[in-house]
Each structure stands twice: as C-alpha cells, then as structure tokens.
C-alpha cells in the first residue's frame, strides 16, 4: 500500500457522530511527501467536533512513514 503527496485514507467525522474504526492490512505501507499546500499524506482515524474519535490498527510487516507524511490519530 502506498499513500503519497497528501493523500489520505481516513476514518473521520466532521459533526456530532462517532467517526469509524481504521483498519489497515498489507504486507509493506509506504507513507510519504506533501501536497503543493502542504497537506501530508496521511492515515487517519478522528472527529473535528464532538464526536468521539474511532480507532486505528495497523497490520504490517514493513511500515515507511517519511518526508512529512503522517500517522493521526484525534
């Protein structure tokens, strides 16, 4: 799995629901760069208001998270 240049995978909600549950499962997860606007490419499970905030698992053996890529969770 790669995620590149601000690319997301996401598991977000932005109003009063509970955001979902992230669950990612490949052999090799390359993370990296931003985007012209500074986005970075990102996995992530979160809520923006008042909802609670899923979860996030990570099944990998390799995992690359470089060049301002991130791994959030809020």
Known sequence: LEVR???QIQAATFGAGQ??????TAENILLSGIDPKRAPAA???????????GGM????DSLTVQNGAQIITS
């Open 5 to 7: 240049d601000g690319a």
């Open 19 to 24: 955001s979902g549950f992230l669950d990612v």
């Open 43 to 53: 996995l992530v499970a979160a809520t923006t208001s008042t909802g609670k905030s």
């Open 57 to 60: 698992r990570i099944v990998t």
